[in-house]
């Protein structure tokens, strides 16, 4: 409104009712905002008040523009400020004005507020009187900002997240610290989860460190589904490590046979329902337990032991899990729960009523003359019998001195037994069509660890020499091997042209995921600061590559996914914020 002199009023300095329906005394702090934007606009008089006197035509028009003194309307509103904060000042020295607040004292504190060079301590006070009275309502979980950075301390959040579960995603609360035992595990198959813990790992020290881990409750909370394990680890440094161990889930083939055999007896069931789990029932063709080397974890942690401490303290605290309830084993292969106890419900039922209506009424005693005196006949052959479920473990082979070496015997034997088992059951050798490496490249990948012995460098050496190749082109080839197979070895060695479609969308996906804009060639997306490659294969899934900074040294590493950000998971170097 216009003041009588012909100059604008403010409404904040003059106290009339502005618009939201507030009267004098009450001001809003968009309005306080508002009036400290105004005001360097206006002449200052020596006392530091604008004059109302000064017609608003001369005001300059441009807000870049230059007061009539050659001062910048920013640096007055600057000094206004610092002038607010000495105003507040001074009243709190005097003594606390009653139902004040921070916002109305710095309003009244900015309507009498003029030039002046004030230090940067007190520019730095108005900034925290200002952030608490506009400051809008908040989580009270949310941690408190810094007034000078304006930048909230980050806090590794947890995995626990129990909103969110359900019957394909359980998250089970941290556990307490515990004594040192000699069994970590209580069960039978929780003793053979750590038995495959153990028998895999290929460092003891590790084993013990993450044992300690453990035992001590550095494990955060775990989430489980369907083929992975997450907990976060709080190991040495203060920010804890993300950690995931996974597990191969099952196929339709495989839940149809462990069904089978879970209704083939009532038992089986009430063990379940009770917790517990039935030897018989682990041991009914489906690998439904782990074995050495099935385990495969992943961290954040720069170590690359397999396991590493932290990855060793999931998998010990995954066994106590394991121990209060098997089901969180059969989540781990792909299914819940209640999913389970459903399916097992209707194919009980179907079973008894097929029986039901199979079964014959009850003969009478004695048998009948005609067919006492009826000519006999042979039954027919019997058809053959099925192939075996799997090709079972070769007999042991002694040791003698100066003989071949019996776990190299051992394994050859396993090998023709495995092909000879495919050719039973399929009447197809795929092995015999794999060309002389890729023969090698299999044969050195079946075999546990990764050239640490004596024994595997020698192997390695051979079946380098008798390919023509080195052998860290062996080792090369066989982590391609053993991330995806055939279809591997293939993405680690032929780069190719893919058409357009699922390639040209990858790079989107990962820019929608907060990474960065990878660099394509032919068929593969570099991140641009190097150390971690994404690959595409023939099969249409995405593998993952690792090097070392500022080399063209390739790895494979993780697990092909369809997805190339789920490709990504588990590598410490593809998220541009790690939670």
Same mark, same amino acid.
């Given at each position: 409104?216009?003041?009588?002199?012909?100059?604008?009023?403010?409404?904040?300095?003059?106290?009339?009712?502005?618009?939201?329906?507030?009267?004098?005394?009450?001001?809003?702090?968009?309005?306080?905002?508002?009036?400290?934007?105004?005001?360097?606009?206006?002449?200052?008089?020596?006392?530091?008040? @604008?004059?109302?006197?000064?017609? @608003?035509?001369?005001?300059?028009?441009?807000?870049?523009?230059?007061?009539?003194?050659?001062?910048?309307?920013?640096?007055?509103?600057?000094?206004?400020?610092?002038?607010?904060?000495?105003?507040?000042?001074?009243?709190?020295?005097?003594?606390?004005?009653?139902? &004040?607040?921070?916002?109305? !004292?710095?309003?009244?504190?900015?309507?009498?507020?003029?030039?002046?060079?004030?230090?940067?301590?007190?520019?730095?006070?108005?900034?925290?009187?200002?952030?608490?009275?506009?400051?809008?309502?908040?989580?009270?979980?949310?941690?408190?900002?810094?007034?000078?950075?304006?930048?909230?301390?980050?806090?590794?959040?947890?995995?626990?997240?129990?909103? !969110?579960?359900?019957?394909?995603? !359980?998250?089970?609360?941290?556990?307490?610290?515990?004594?040192?035992?000699?069994?970590?595990?209580?069960?039978?198959?929780? *003793?053979?989860?750590?038995?495959?813990?153990?028998?895999?790992?290929?460092?003891?020290?590790?084993?013990?460190?993450?044992?300690?881990?453990?035992?001590?409750?550095?494990?955060?909370?775990?989430?489980?589904?369907?083929?992975?394990?997450?907990?976060?680890?709080?190991?040495?440094?203060?920010?804890?490590?993300?950690?995931?161990?996974?597990?191969?889930?099952?196929?339709?083939?495989?839940?149809?046979?462990?069904?089978?055999?879970?209704?083939?007896?009532?038992?089986?069931?009430?063990?379940?329902?009770?917790?517990?789990?039935?030897?018989?029932?682990?041991? /009914?063709?489906?690998?439904?337990?782990?074995?050495?080397?099935?385990?495969?974890?992943?961290?954040? /942690?720069?170590?690359?032991?397999?396991? /590493?401490?932290?990855?060793?303290?999931? /998998?010990?605290?995954?066994?106590?899990?394991?121990?209060?309830?098997?089901?969180?084993?059969?989540?781990?292969?792909?299914?819940?729960? &209640?999913?389970?106890?459903?399916?097992? @419900?209707?194919? *009980?039922?179907?079973?008894?009523?097929?029986?039901?209506?199979?079964?014959?009424?009850?003969?009478?005693?004695?048998?009948?003359?005609?067919?006492?005196?009826?000519?006999?006949?042979?039954?027919?052959?019997?058809?053959?019998?099925?192939?075996?479920?799997?090709?079972?473990?070769?007999?042991?082979?002694?040791?003698?001195?100066?003989?071949?070496?019996?776990?190299?015997?051992?394994?050859?034997?396993?090998?023709?037994?495995?092909?000879?088992?495919?050719?039973?059951?399929?009447?197809?050798?795929?092995?015999?069509?794999?060309?002389?490496?890729?023969?090698?490249?299999?044969?050195?990948?079946? &075999?546990?660890?990764?050239?640490?012995?004596?024994?595997?460098?020698?192997?390695?050496?051979?079946?380098?020499?008798?390919?023509?190749?080195?052998?860290?082109?062996?080792?090369?080839?066989?982590?391609?091997?053993?991330?995806?197979?055939?279809?591997?070895?293939?993405?680690?060695?032929?780069?190719?042209?893919?058409?357009?479609?699922?390639?040209?969308?990858?790079?989107?996906?990962?820019?929608?995921?907060?990474?960065?804009?990878?660099?394509?060639?032919? *068929?593969?997306?570099?991140?641009?600061?190097?150390?971690?490659?994404?690959?595409?294969?023939?099969?249409?899934?995405?593998?993952?590559?690792?090097?070392?900074?500022?080399?063209?040294?390739?790895?494979?590493?993780?697990?092909?996914?369809?997805?190339?950000?789920?490709?990504?998971?588990?590598?410490?170097?593809?998220?541009?914020?790690?939670?």
């Amino acid at each position: 409104m216009a003041s009588a002199g012909g100059g604008v009023t403010d409404p904040v300095s003059s106290g009339e009712v502005v618009e939201g329906g507030r009267g004098s005394g009450e001001v809003r702090p968009g309005d306080a905002v508002r009036a400290a934007l105004r005001r360097p606009a206006d002449p200052v008089s020596a006392d530091g008040h @604008s004059d109302e006197s000064v017609d @608003s035509t001369s005001r300059p028009t441009d807000p870049a523009a230059e007061t009539a003194d050659g001062v910048r309307p920013g640096d007055l509103a600057r000094e206004a400020l610092r002038a607010a904060r000495a105003q507040v000042r001074s009243g709190e020295a005097s003594g606390p004005r009653v139902g &004040r607040t921070p916002a109305e !004292r710095a309003v009244d504190a900015v309507a009498r507020a003029g030039a002046g060079d004030v230090s940067r301590e007190r520019a730095r006070a108005v900034r925290q009187v200002l952030a608490g009275a506009f400051r809008m309502p908040s989580d009270a979980s949310e941690p408190e900002p810094d007034v000078e950075s304006g930048v909230a301390a980050h806090v590794p959040r947890s995995m626990a997240a129990p909103a !969110r579960d359900g019957d394909h995603r !359980r998250t089970f609360a941290a556990f307490a610290p515990r004594p040192a035992a000699s069994r970590f595990a209580e069960t039978w198959w929780g *003793n053979a989860w750590v038995a495959a813990l153990e028998e895999g790992a290929l460092d003891a020290k590790r084993l013990a460190r993450g044992r300690s881990y453990a035992e001590q409750g550095s494990v955060d909370a775990i989430t489980v589904t369907p083929g992975l394990v997450l907990a976060y680890v709080r190991g040495s440094r203060p920010r804890p490590y993300r950690v995931q161990v996974r597990l191969r889930t099952f196929g339709a083939d495989d839940w149809e046979r462990f069904l089978d055999a879970a209704v083939e007896r009532p038992a089986h069931i009430a063990a379940l329902l009770d917790k517990e789990m039935p030897e018989s029932l682990a041991e /009914c063709g489906v690998p439904l337990l782990p074995g050495p080397g099935d385990l495969d974890p992943h961290c954040t /942690c720069p170590d690359r032991g397999h396991p /590493c401490k932290h990855a060793a303290a999931l /998998c010990y605290q995954t066994a106590r899990l394991l121990d209060a309830d098997p089901f969180v084993l059969l989540l781990l292969r792909g299914r819940g729960e &209640r999913e389970l106890l459903d399916a097992l @419900s209707r194919r *009980n039922a179907t079973r008894a009523a097929r029986a039901a209506q199979e079964q014959d009424p009850a003969p009478l005693p004695g048998v009948r003359a005609t067919e006492a005196l009826a000519a006999r006949r042979l039954p027919p052959l019997p058809p053959p019998l099925p192939a075996p479920a799997h090709p079972e473990q070769p007999p042991a082979y002694p040791s003698a001195p100066g003989g071949p070496d019996a776990f190299q015997l051992d394994q050859l034997a396993t090998d023709a037994a495995a092909r000879a088992h495919a050719l039973l059951a399929t009447g197809h050798d795929e092995i015999g069509e794999l060309t002389l490496w890729q023969d090698a490249v299999r044969l050195a990948a079946v &075999r546990p660890g990764s050239g640490l012995t004596a024994a595997t460098r020698s192997l390695y050496a051979s079946l380098a020499s008798a390919a023509g190749r080195t052998p860290a082109d062996l080792a090369r080839a066989v982590a391609a091997w053993r991330q995806g197979g055939p279809d591997g070895l293939t993405v680690l060695e032929e780069p190719w042209d893919p058409p357009a479609g699922r390639f040209d969308r990858a790079r989107p996906l990962l820019l929608a995921a907060d990474l960065p804009a990878f660099r394509p060639w032919r *068929n593969h997306l570099t991140h641009p600061r190097g150390g971690l490659q994404l690959r595409f294969g023939r099969d249409g899934l995405w593998y993952a590559y690792e090097s070392e900074p500022d080399r063209d040294d390739w790895w494979p590493r993780g697990t092909p996914d369809p997805d190339p950000v789920g490709a990504l998971t588990g590598l410490g170097g593809g998220d541009s914020e790690e939670p």
